[in-house]
């Protein structure tokens, strides 16, 4: 599948979500909350690498005056990010790029960086930390989420998945792996098994209408299989995976191990 497929048929599958991810209203909520309550406001400058749809990118700007820059590589994410700001009364304050978050200037630093998510290889938590954090202004933060092992995936699992198992650490190894990477943990939260059967059940009845509406699309294949025989993998990840959020201040270098 080419490039600009994948990235259609990733816009399709989360046409009904709120986030690209298992992150539910609730947590999106205390996201913004805990953000709210650092020093972010008007003049502030937020960036979010891989966007997606912006949502927590649009929501920290209209909570806190702050302005935001949103990165992603996709045309169809930029699309939907376009919709939902144009929607807002925070457009202006908002600027949508299209651009590889790998190749990105590190300056202008930021006072707070997101990576939700990244759709690129990122490497493991401790990579993504601080890669993240150059990008940090001085006493800044980086609010990051990225999946850990929720339990020790058996060989078979893994092999299933075409995975190993140092694609992640397990979930209880995350904060240390981030305060090693040099940045104080401030808040951390943990998707709920239900919270991936959500979003799993939003993917997969997302990707099944499209099906069964544009037969002919040149993605209602992919799009049939990932809803079908291809769903059976995405079940078992979910199944594996935890997936954590992360507000954290580099800089801040903690000898926890
Ligand atoms: C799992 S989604 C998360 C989106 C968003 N952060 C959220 O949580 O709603 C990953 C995003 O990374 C984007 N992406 C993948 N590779 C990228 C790259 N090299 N540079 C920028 N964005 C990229 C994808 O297009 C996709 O929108």
Sequence with gaps: MIETERQRLSAVAHVTSLMWGPIDEATLDDMVEQVASLEIGPGSRVLDLGCGPAELLRRIVERTGASGVGVDASPFALDEARARTARSSVGDRIELRLADAQQMDRRPAHDLVLCIGPGWDAGGWSELTGWTAGFVAAGG????????????????????????????????????????????????????????????????????????SSPDDPIAAAARDRSGEGWRTYELLHALLDFVLLLGKPGAVASRS
């Design 141 to 212: 933060h980086l609010l990051l989420g990225q999946g850990s092992w929720r339990r020790v995936p058996t060989v078979g699992e893994l092999r299933m998945l075409g995975m190993e198992l140092g694609d992640y650490p397990p979930t209880d190894a995350v904060e240390a792996i981030v305060a090693r990477a040099g940045v104080e943990v401030l808040w951390s939260h943990r998707a709920s098994r239900e919270d991936w059967d959500a979003y799993g059940e939003r993917y997969r009845g997302a990707m099944l209408k499209f099906a069964r």
